[in-house]
């Protein structure tokens, strides 16, 4: 048996003499220069725990002189609060034993088969279940920081009702429902109605297998009965064991505007620019030809008429003009 290279720090909870001999040769023999420190007693392990807390390990016999069974394990978990805690019982408590799992013990040993070997087996894989579970709620705090810290709106739905799940704070500010109501509502409930065929056809792609869009762009519904052009965003993730979604949400209703707004100042430019090339260049071309054909008029034959030719070409020149400003002046207006 190979020694674990790590020096723990154990606390050995048995009040039999012979029992805690056996115990600390088992930890010497399958562990690197461990730190043991013993109690006989439940009043005992409260003293110790109370002054140190620097435990990686407690073994503890389920029978004490002050305490024992369902009891003594509460305490001694709430006072060792995230230490890992093994169980020693004997055959006649072996039921127990198994029971004590559900109150936070990371294994049991029945005291007459324990071996350096079982013992040095039940340390290891119980502090590393502890460490996988402390990784994985570590990663769980980063999400739920991730999640509800985040100045976008994220929302978490259920993937077969569609009910939402989870809601973070920005979410609620923004859309101006509350946390219960978000939770009591479903997706298509934030849609606007002439928008739900849309949403339909979008979930029967992705019941059918197609993956979920790197993005998509879709209207929200607010509680005030604002409509919303949003930027979604999604990811698959298993939340107590539901297939489920989370969503960020980017309202891009701003940009989307400013976008629509340059399209039609670029569509007006254009109808000037028409407008410069070919409304213009009409009675310009009329009135220069006018011009030219008075140097030919003998004394003052057809120069009424062509005076008001001349007239009617200027004024719908000026018309145009007119037209050309009232649109650049429309573009300016709408910056």
Request: hydrophobic share 40%; proline share 3%; net charge negative.
């Amino acid at each position: 048996m190979n020694k674990a290279m790590v020096s723990y720090r154990v606390l050995v909870v048995e009040d039999n003499e012979g029992d805690l001999f056996l115990i600390e040769e088992y930890l010497r023999e399958g562990l690197e220069d461990p730190e043991i420190y013993t109690a006989t007693s439940f009043r005992q392990a409260k003293d110790q725990l109370s002054i140190n807390r620097g435990y990686d390990l407690i073994l503890l016999d389920l029978t004490l002189p002050d305490k024992y069974g369902k009891e003594l394990i509460q305490e001694i978990a709430q006072l060792a609060e995230d230490t890992c805690l093994i169980v020693l019982t004997g055959y006649n408590n072996e039921a127990f034993g198994i029971e004590s799992l559900a109150h936070g013990v990371a294994d049991y040993l029945i005291k007459d088969e324990i071996t350096p070997s079982i013992l040095h087996k039940s340390i290891v894989y119980s502090l590393g279940r502890k460490q996988a579970s402390e990784r994985l709620m570590d990663s769980e705090k980063r999400y739920k920081d991730l999640f509800h810290l985040s100045p976008i709106p994220m929302y978490l739905y259920c993937c077969d009702s569609y009910n939402f799940l989870d809601v973070n704070q920005a979410a609620i500010n923004h859309y101006g429902y509350s946390r219960e109501e978000f939770l009591s509502m479903r997706l298509p409930d934030i849609r606007p109605r002439e928008d739900y065929k849309t949403w339909e056809e979008l979930i029967k792609k992705l019941e059918e297998g197609m993956p979920f869009p790197d993005s998509v762009v879709v209207r929200h519904l607010k509680k005030n009965g604002d409509i919303i052009t949003v930027e979604i965003k999604g990811n698959y993730i298993d939340f107590l064991g539901k297939k489920a979604q989370v969503i960020l949400a980017h309202d891009i209703t701003k940009q989307v505007k400013y976008i629509e707004t340059v399209e039609d100042q670029n569509t007006r430019l254009q109808e000037i620019a028409w407008m410069q090339s070919h409304v213009v260049r009409s009675p310009l071309s009329r009135l220069m030809g006018l011009v030219q054909s008075m140097d030919t008029l003998e004394e003052d034959l057809g120069k009424d008429a062509l005076n008001k030719m001349i007239l009617d070409s200027a004024c719908e020149l000026d018309q145009i003009i007119h037209q050309i400003v009232q649109k650049a002046e429309r573009i300016n207006l709408d910056k």
